[in-house]
Nanobody, 119 residues
């Protein structure tokens, strides 16, 4: 049993920054790989970043996004800089036994937090 709650989304102008947070409970956080995904209107859910065993980023966000975690606080973060309108999406936090880029790898999901980037 893992519960995930995202926060930190909002409305930002292009070029701005946001830091998303995901608070986990219900299982030993340090043993879980964590991932961030996003889903824009009319599009499929898309991999963004993962941490746990290794760190990997989607090409679309590499250089602009940093994933990190604080195991003492059971929290994973997604720092996003130089945001673009195409980054607009609902961002989801997810947890699994190991890292991966496929949504099917992840067993637990948060409710999502909206990120809107205006031009």
């Amino acid at each position: 049993q893992v519960q995930l709650v995202e926060s930190g989304g909002g409305l930002v102008q292009a070029g701005g920054s946001l830091r998303l947070s995901c608070a986990a409970s219900g299982r030993t956080f340090s043993n879980m790989a964590m991932g961030w995904f996003r889903q824009a209107p009319g599009k499929e859910r898309e991999f963004v970043a993962t941490i746990g065993g290794y760190i990997r980023y989607a090409d679309s966000v590499k250089g602009r996004v940093t994933i990190s975690r604080d195991n003492a606080k059971n929290t994973v973060f997604l720092q996003m800089n130089s945001l673009k309108p195409e980054d607009t999406a609902v961002y989801y936090c997810a947890a699994s036994q190991g890292p991966g880029i496929r949504a099917t790898t992840y067993d637990y999901w948060g409710q999502g937090t909206q990120v809107t980037v205006s031009s």
